[in-house]
């Protein structure tokens, strides 16, 4: 039974403002495209790209209550940090894999510095997860017409890289 418990110890998201690690290896940026239901060709990774592993130490989960990226952007950086970018979803998903259906704010986490381009409008989107059902779906939202939800904020910025940017 401890293991079980232990297993499950960061199954819930954390409160807003609480401090948490992070351990990210960055996948392809098509992976999250597809898995959204976008269709290859369908849209362009804009970047930045990241390939490797870094450890963030100190990750929050936040509510602005802000709908667009660039709002989002301007309110991590007065908290003095930034926002995690979108190639973390999946080591987030994994870190916490049950969405709470009790939090209305947490319906979506949004991730921002990295940006896709739909070929057919030109319209950018950012990487999210969706609470489903009381599962996470990944995503990709417009980045200027996002709905309410939580950001990743990185208040580290040094983490312990072991990677590179390109």
Same mark, same amino acid.
């Given at each position: 039974?401890?293991?079980? %418990?232990? *297993?499950? +110890?960061? #199954?819930? !998201?954390?409160?807003?403002?609480?401090?948490?690690? %992070?351990?990210?290896?960055?996948?392809?940026?098509?992976? !999250? #495209?597809?898995?959204?239901?976008?269709?290859?060709?369908?849209?362009?990774?804009?970047?930045?790209?990241?390939?490797?592993?870094? /450890?963030?130490?100190?990750?929050?989960?936040?509510?602005?209550?802000?709908?667009?990226?660039?709002?989002?952007?301007?309110?991590?950086?007065? !908290?003095?940090?930034?926002? %995690?970018?979108?190639?973390?979803?999946?080591?987030?998903?994994?870190?916490?894999?049950?969405?709470?259906?009790?939090?209305?704010?947490?319906?979506?986490?949004?991730?921002?510095?990295?940006?896709?381009?739909?070929?057919?409008?030109?319209?950018? +989107? /950012?990487?999210?997860?969706?609470?489903?059902?009381?599962?996470?779906?990944?995503?990709? *939202?417009? *980045?200027? #017409?996002?709905?309410?939800?939580?950001? !990743?904020?990185?208040?580290?910025?040094?983490?312990?890289?072991?990677?590179?940017?390109?």
């Amino acid at each position: 039974m401890t293991q079980l %418990l232990e *297993s499950h +110890r960061h #199954a819930f !998201l954390p409160k807003i403002g609480e401090e948490f690690q %992070l351990d990210v290896i960055y996948r392809e940026p098509a992976v !999250l #495209a597809e898995l959204a239901g976008i269709n290859k060709g369908e849209c362009a990774f804009i970047g930045p790209y990241f390939e490797g592993r870094s /450890i963030y130490t100190n990750v929050t989960l936040q509510y602005f209550g802000v709908t667009n990226l660039a709002q989002a952007q301007v309110e991590a950086k007065k !908290l003095g940090g930034r926002l %995690l970018e979108g190639q973390a979803w999946e080591s987030f998903q994994k870190r916490f894999p049950v969405p709470d259906n009790n939090r209305p704010e947490a319906k979506f986490v949004f991730f921002g510095t990295s940006e896709w381009e739909m070929s057919h409008n030109g319209v950018r +989107r /950012i990487a999210c997860l969706c609470n489903k059902d009381g599962t996470w779906k990944p995503g990709l *939202s417009w *980045s200027v #017409a996002a709905e309410n939800g939580l950001w !990743l904020v990185v208040k580290d910025e040094r983490p312990r890289y072991r990677g590179r940017f390109l």
